[in-house]
């Protein structure tokens, strides 16, 4: 207790190392590189069973009869299970319960499934599957806007009863979001240069490394444990309980390693799925996709097609927009309301224009299952209005940044969803940073000497070509996202926090349910208990559901809320701590009532770097234990008819300059660089942050270029569910990517940060594929951009 | 059939394994290996690569039959070969017998549920690219990190100072959806500089 009653100042080299604002390594690190963590698909149990799904072989059709007998009788299958066999509810579903656990009379789309297999090899549960008979009755198929509102059209879910059916057009249509603002008809008239497009984004998948799994338990109480990869843990066990029958008390889930998710994990895939088999067989049951499935099992980026009209003044404002968008959810509901809900109120970009009349829907089809994805919605808006920002820069005859500068918004700018941004909002000066980077050196295959390296024209080591036939193109682009759930959703989190002294040392433990899928979010979280709490040694808890919810892995939220939550918690714990420090110590030293208190270091100091106390003897053998939840500020929905409303708690803006070198004779593109420039509001870590912009566009690069799901329009069905026909990025197609982070803090935000990782997901799409206009005087109006859009053959 | 290979320098048998079991399968359930990963299963990620008498290739794609008598290095040998290379003691791929890896199989419950995320563990033996890659910032999710690294430690041993097209020409095989590559990049050149030094 000798520091009690002799205050010293604390030094630099004693302060709370690891705190935010630091790059502290990961956590996970080590066991992630010496191939010890233990991912979903890694999990074992002794006596286990391996599940499998047999999955539609069609997009729409009646089943007309199930024989599982020959299945059952296989050795080695202990279960096999159809909609009949379900205990409780058929359905599930993120935000509306339209989705069959297994299909119940009906199909809606390739690779629905329809029913179950245990088998105690996963080779025999894949050879019974085959063996169930399933007969099937092909129906119509909706497969566009044009098919799913046709008169006599198949109605896909003809029952439905969802709160958006009242106002929605048609029963195919899951939502549709208007947002005018302004009088459109009125500016037409003030409009000097009007330039109009048509645009189409194909569907992209995450393509998350690590396939859907899982490790079903069943329990003695009657319950099961589930250890699953997920990016919520609490909705996966509110959807999958009901399904079970079971109350949420007697299913209890557990965070496995997560192989990254991107939005692809929203959605349960397998979760139900293994629990069903697990308590119908008694025994634990593992599933693990294999790539081929993981294209079926889970919902992907919505495509879509665009209709843009935007008119400005003959000096370059910008006086109206109106735009129509149209998504295609696939068959079932997924969270295509909250995409058109983001698609609507981000269609109009980072830019002020005072008249807007947007429309935004999604469709019901027979298409594959669409739902979140990175960029969520915004992806799609930002690569039709920045293709119309250039449009009408050259219809102006202005440079592209120069035209975009001068109608970008800025804080205290109004949405056209009459939010006014409160908040930094600092577009001109990304697109000013992006465009002022050091362009890459010219002819970048004559670089090496005497000897062209071929490795470094579009085609690369294939040596289509030697420079002849190549030409460079620039571009720019700039996007606007929202950060946290929307529209009024209550998006909180929950965060139990404890100090107490281990080993002679004070350490912080943090248990949250937040599930780390990659992003980092466990090493910030630790930084975070640094930082309020002023320990070194801080551990963190798997996520599971035994602590509230976290909320979702998803729309840049985690490190705000789940964050928040902890930075919250740890306020509460440390003024417990200085209860207990002013119970003991008070009468020592005056500066225990009267100054601000901090924890830095394992100690307690005075705001003016006082040491009153170790931490160690303030707490002694106690220990201070605090769970609470915390919330953002609260969101409002947006009006059905005008799409007015505070819908959004924070924007995030990123943008990019692309540099790509185009072989026209083969049309085949190589991006040579990618320049970032984002506003992250507070760097928690800056390495990670860095980590996330670099990953996001490198995800957007490949969406201009390469990625796409492609479904038969014909018969709805998927032709690429592979990593040899859906083509990702490898490092040979990902060139440098600079990336400037700016931090102008966002009052209302922890630390005044702001969310990272999707902004740079929307500029980097466009940008690219305004490069490759640049370059081949093309229009290109979709993406990816293929090479036979560039050969016209 | 039965298989005998070794595995990061320690004999081992596999018994039934039937004609299609791919080396990564024995690998995963049946050596309790699971560092080597499955995300493709056609050889298009690069998320299994380990050494096959030193050559690098996809675990998916080798039959395990292929593997009677020869030796094989996984993420989990990785630290050990680095190690005894370092030494001099082996050529490529006929590394002594390594030690550390623990014969189970998968990963249990227990083990699972007791994860703990915890500060990097000074006290573990990695091999330099395994250092280099945490120190990068090249770890996010972590599935294709075991693959990239044994692809990336391969090219550091017959190239000890790879030029940035030298490195992407290596690691095209492997497919990395979280980081865009920069990092993994300077991983890479990291341990070629730590190497020199």
Same mark, same amino acid.
């Given at each position: 207790?000798?520091?009690?009653?002799?205050?010293?100042?604390?030094?630099?080299?004693?302060?709370?190392?690891?705190?935010?604002?630091?790059?502290?390594?990961?956590?996970?690190?080590?066991?992630?590189?010496?191939? !010890?963590?233990?991912?979903?698909?890694?999990?074992?149990?002794?006596?286990? *069973?391996?599940?499998?799904?047999?999955?539609?072989?069609?997009?729409?059709?009646?089943?007309?009869?199930?024989?599982?007998?020959?299945?059952?009788?296989?050795?080695?299958?202990?279960?096999?299970?159809? =909609?009949?066999?379900?205990?409780?509810? &058929?359905?599930?579903? *993120?935000?509306?319960?339209?989705?069959?656990?297994?299909?119940?009379?009906?199909?809606?789309?390739?690779?629905?499934?329809?029913?179950?297999?245990?088998?105690?090899?996963?080779?025999?549960?894949?050879?019974?599957?085959?063996?169930?008979?399933?007969?099937?009755?092909?129906?119509?198929?909706?497969?566009?806007?044009?098919?799913?509102?046709?008169?006599?059209?198949?109605?896909?879910?003809?029952?439905?009863?969802?709160?958006?059916?009242?106002?929605?057009?048609?029963?195919?249509?899951?939502?549709?979001?208007?947002?005018? =603002?302004?009088?459109?008809?009125?500016?037409?008239?003030?409009?000097?240069?009007?330039?109009?497009?048509?645009?189409?984004?194909?569907?992209?998948?995450?393509?998350?490394?690590?396939?859907?799994?899982?490790?079903?338990?069943? +329990?003695? @109480?009657?319950?099961?444990?589930?250890?699953?990869?997920?990016?919520?843990?609490?909705?996966?066990?509110?959807?999958?309980?009901?399904?079970?029958?079971?109350?949420?008390?007697? #299913?209890?889930?557990?965070?496995?390693?997560?192989?990254?998710?991107?939005?692809?994990?929203?959605?349960?895939?397998?979760?139900? =799925?293994?629990?069903?088999?697990?308590?119908?067989?008694?025994?634990?049951?593992?599933?693990?996709?294999?790539?081929?499935?993981?294209?079926?099992?889970?919902?992907?980026?919505?495509?879509?097609?665009?209709?843009?009209?935007?008119?400005?003044?003959?000096?370059?404002?910008?006086?109206?927009?109106?735009?129509? /968008?149209?998504?295609?959810?696939?068959?079932?509901?997924?969270?295509?309301?909250?995409?058109?809900?983001?698609?609507?109120?981000?269609?109009?970009?980072?830019?002020?224009?005072?008249?807007?009349?947007?429309?935004?829907?999604? *469709?019901?089809?027979?298409?594959?299952?669409?739902? $979140?994805?990175?960029?969520?919605?915004?992806?799609? $808006?930002?690569?039709?209005?920045?293709?119309?920002?250039?449009?009408?820069?050259?219809?102006?005859?202005?440079? %592209?940044?120069?035209?975009?500068?001068?109608?970008?918004?800025?804080?205290?700018?109004?949405?056209?969803?009459?939010? /006014?941004?409160?908040?930094?909002?600092?577009?001109?000066?990304?697109?000013?940073? #992006?465009?002022?980077?050091?362009?890459?050196? !010219?002819?970048?295959?004559?670089?090496?000497?005497?000897?062209?390296?071929?490795?470094?024209?579009?085609?690369?080591?294939?040596?289509?070509?030697?420079?002849?036939?190549?030409?460079?193109?620039?571009?720019?682009?700039?996007?606007?996202?929202?950060?946290?759930?929307?529209?009024?959703?209550?998006?909180?989190?929950?965060?139990?926090?404890?100090?107490?002294?281990?080993?002679?040392?004070?350490?912080?433990?943090?248990?949250?349910?937040?599930?780390?899928?990659?992003?980092?979010?466990?090493?910030?979280?630790?930084?975070?208990?640094?930082?309020?709490?002023?320990?070194?040694?801080?551990?963190?808890?798997?996520?599971?559901?035994?602590?509230?919810?976290?909320?979702?892995?998803?729309?840049?939220?985690?490190?705000?809320?789940?964050?928040?939550?902890?930075? =919250?918690?740890?306020?509460?714990?440390?003024?417990?701590?200085?209860?207990?420090?002013? $119970?003991?110590?008070?009468?020592?030293?005056?500066?225990?009532?009267?100054?601000?208190?901090?924890?830095?270091?394992?100690?307690?100091?005075?705001?003016?770097?006082? #040491?009153?106390?170790?931490?160690?003897?303030?707490?002694?053998?106690?220990?201070?234990?605090?769970?609470?939840?915390?919330?953002?500020?609260?969101?409002?929905?947006?009006?059905?008819?005008?799409?007015?409303?505070?819908?959004?708690?924070?924007?995030?803006?990123?943008?990019?300059?692309?540099?790509?070198?185009?072989?026209?004779?083969?049309?085949?593109?190589?991006?040579?660089?990618? +320049?970032?420039?984002?506003?992250?509001? &507070?760097?928690?870590? %800056?390495?990670?942050?860095?980590?996330?912009?670099?990953?996001?566009?490198?995800?957007?690069?490949?969406?201009?270029?390469?990625?796409?799901?492609?479904?038969?329009?014909?018969?709805?069905?998927?032709?690429?569910?592979?990593?040899?026909?859906?083509?990702?990025?490898?490092?040979?197609?990902?060139?440098?990517?600079?990336?400037?982070?700016?931090?102008?803090?966002?009052?209302?935000?922890?630390?005044?940060?702001?969310?990272?990782?999707?902004?740079?997901?929307?500029?980097?799409?466009?940008?690219?594929?305004?490069?490759?206009?640049?370059?081949?005087?093309?229009?290109?109006?979709?993406?990816?951009?293929?090479?036979?859009?560039?050969?016209?053959? | 059939?039965?298989?005998?290979?070794?595995?990061?320098?320690?004999?081992?048998?596999?018994? @039934?394994?039937?004609?299609?079991?791919?080396?990564?399968?024995?690998?995963?359930?049946?050596?309790?290996?699971?560092?080597?990963?499955?995300?493709?299963?056609?050889?298009?990620?690069?998320?299994?690569?380990?050494?096959?008498?030193?050559?690098?290739?996809?675990?998916?794609?080798?039959?395990?039959?292929?593997?009677?008598?020869?030796?094989?290095?996984?993420?989990?040998?990785?630290?050990?070969?680095?190690? !005894?290379?370092?030494?001099?003691?082996?050529?490529?791929?006929?590394?002594?017998?390594?030690?550390?890896?623990?014969?189970?199989?998968?990963?249990?419950?227990?083990?699972?549920?007791?994860?703990?995320?915890?500060?990097?563990?000074?006290?573990?033996?990695?091999?330099?690219?395994?250092?280099?890659?945490?120190?990068?910032?090249?770890?996010?999710?972590?599935?294709?990190?075991?693959?990239?690294?044994?692809?990336?430690?391969?090219?550091?041993?017959?190239?000890?100072?790879?030029?940035?097209?030298?490195?992407?020409?290596?690691?095209?095989?492997?497919?990395?959806?979280?980081?865009?590559?920069? &990092?993994?990049?300077?991983?890479?050149?990291?341990?070629?500089?730590?190497?020199?030094?």
């Amino acid at each position: 207790m000798g520091t009690a009653n002799t205050p010293t100042k604390i030094t630099q080299g004693t302060r709370t190392k690891g705190g935010i604002g630091e790059s502290t390594l990961r956590p996970d690190g080590t066991l992630k590189v010496t191939g !010890e963590f233990a991912y979903a698909s890694d999990l074992w149990h002794e006596d286990m *069973l391996w599940g499998f799904t047999l999955r539609s072989p069609h997009a729409h059709a009646r089943i007309v009869s199930v024989d599982i007998s020959e299945a059952l009788a296989q050795a080695g299958v202990h279960a096999v299970m159809t =909609h009949e066999d379900l205990p409780a509810a &058929k359905t599930y579903g *993120l935000e509306i319960q339209d989705q069959p656990v297994l299909a119940d009379g009906v199909v809606r789309f390739h690779g629905e499934p329809v029913a179950l297999v245990a088998a105690d090899h996963p080779e025999t549960a894949r050879r019974a599957a085959a063996k169930i008979k399933v007969v099937y009755e092909q129906l119509p198929l909706v497969v566009d806007e044009e098919t799913a509102t046709a008169p006599g059209a198949p109605i896909l879910h003809p029952d439905r009863d969802d709160h958006h059916a009242p106002h929605s057009p048609h029963p195919n249509i899951v939502h549709r979001q208007p947002v005018v =603002h302004g009088d459109v008809a009125a500016a037409q008239a003030l409009a000097e240069v009007v330039v109009t497009g048509d645009y189409e984004v194909g569907m992209q998948d995450q393509a998350f490394l690590g396939p859907e799994s899982g490790l079903a338990v069943p +329990a003695e @109480d009657g319950g099961v444990d589930l250890y699953i990869s997920t990016q919520w843990l609490h909705a996966d066990l509110r959807q999958v309980a009901p399904v079970l029958g079971l109350p949420e008390s007697k #299913v209890r889930m557990t965070l496995s390693g997560v192989g990254g998710a991107f939005g692809g994990r929203e959605d349960l895939s397998m979760q139900a =799925h293994a629990c069903l088999l697990a308590l119908r067989t008694g025994k634990p049951v593992k599933i693990v996709y294999n790539r081929f499935e993981s294209f079926f099992g889970h919902v992907h980026r919505h495509p879509a097609k665009l209709r843009y009209e935007h008119g400005a003044t003959r000096d370059g404002k910008l006086v109206y927009m109106k735009c129509r /968008i149209v998504l295609d959810g696939g068959p079932y509901a997924s969270s295509s309301p909250a995409v058109v809900g983001n698609a609507a109120s981000l269609a109009v970009g980072p830019y002020e224009i005072e008249n807007v009349d947007i429309e935004a829907l999604a *469709l019901y089809s027979n298409n594959p299952p669409c739902g $979140a994805m990175r960029g969520f919605g915004a992806v799609q $808006a930002c690569f039709a209005y920045e293709a119309q920002m250039d449009k009408m820069a050259a219809a102006l005859g202005m440079h %592209p940044v120069e035209f975009r500068q001068l109608n970008a918004m800025s804080q205290g700018s109004v949405m056209p969803t009459g939010q /006014i941004v409160d908040s930094p909002a600092p577009v001109a000066e990304l697109l000013r940073r #992006v465009r002022a980077m050091p362009m890459p050196p !010219e002819q970048q295959w004559l670089a090496a000497g005497e000897t062209a390296d071929v490795r470094a024209l579009p085609g690369g080591l294939s040596n289509t070509t030697h420079g002849e036939g190549v030409v460079r193109g620039v571009g720019y682009a700039v996007g606007i996202k929202n950060v946290g759930f929307s529209e009024g959703f209550d998006d909180y989190s929950t965060a139990r926090v404890r100090i107490e002294v281990i080993a002679g040392e004070p350490v912080a433990t943090v248990h949250t349910a937040m599930a780390e899928v990659g992003q980092g979010g466990v090493t910030v979280h630790a930084q975070i208990a640094r930082t309020e709490l002023g320990v070194t040694q801080v551990t963190i808890n798997p996520a599971d559901t035994r602590v509230g919810s976290a909320g979702s892995t998803s729309a840049s939220r985690q490190t705000y809320v789940t964050g928040g939550a902890v930075k =919250h918690s740890c306020e509460a714990v440390r003024e417990k701590v200085l209860e207990l420090g002013r $119970a003991k110590f008070g009468s020592y030293h005056p500066a225990w009532a009267t100054a601000e208190l901090l924890l830095e270091g394992g100690k307690v100091v005075t705001d003016g770097g006082e #040491v009153l106390a170790d931490l160690v003897d303030v707490l002694g053998g106690e220990a201070v234990d605090i769970e609470l939840e915390w919330r953002h500020r609260p969101t409002e929905p947006f009006d059905l008819r005008t799409g007015q409303g505070f819908g959004h708690v924070q924007y995030s803006f990123a943008a990019h300059r692309a540099v790509v070198e185009v072989d026209t004779e083969l049309g085949l593109v190589k991006v040579i660089e990618l +320049a970032c420039a984002q506003d992250v509001g &507070k760097a928690l870590n %800056p390495l990670s942050v860095v980590g996330q912009i670099q990953g996001g566009t490198t995800q957007g690069l490949g969406l201009a270029v390469m990625e796409e799901i492609i479904v038969d329009p014909a018969t709805a069905k998927v032709r690429n569910p592979s990593f040899t026909d859906y083509l990702i990025p490898t490092i040979l197609d990902t060139p440098p990517i600079p990336v400037d982070v700016l931090e102008l803090a966002d009052d209302h935000a922890p630390y005044g940060l702001r969310g990272v990782g999707e902004a740079p997901t929307l500029s980097s799409t466009p940008a690219v594929v305004a490069a490759i206009r640049a370059a081949t005087g093309l229009a290109l109006g979709r993406v990816p951009v293929r090479p036979e859009h560039l050969t016209g053959t | 059939m039965r298989v005998t290979f070794t595995v990061n320098g320690r004999p081992q048998e596999a018994d @039934d394994v039937w004609e299609g079991e791919s080396l990564l399968y024995v690998l995963r359930e049946r050596m309790g290996l699971p560092g080597s990963k499955n995300a493709c299963e056609q050889g298009e990620c690069g998320s299994c690569t380990v050494r096959l008498d030193g050559v690098p290739v996809c675990a998916c794609l080798v039959a395990a039959g292929q593997c009677q008598d020869r030796e094989i290095v996984t993420v989990e040998g990785l630290a050990d070969y680095a190690k !005894e290379r370092t030494a001099g003691a082996c050529g490529a791929g006929t590394c002594g017998p390594g030690a550390g890896i623990s014969a189970g199989i998968g990963t249990g419950i227990d083990e699972a549920r007791q994860w703990q995320a915890r500060p990097t563990d000074e006290s573990v033996d990695l091999s330099p690219i395994q250092q280099a890659f945490i120190d990068a910032g090249a770890v996010q999710c972590g599935f294709c990190t075991p693959g990239l690294l044994v692809a990336a430690d391969e090219l550091l041993e017959r190239n000890a100072d790879p030029t940035d097209a030298d490195i992407r020409e290596a690691l095209s095989g492997n497919l990395c959806r979280c980081t865009g590559y920069e &990092k993994i990049l300077d991983a890479v050149r990291l341990a070629a500089a730590r190497q020199e030094a």
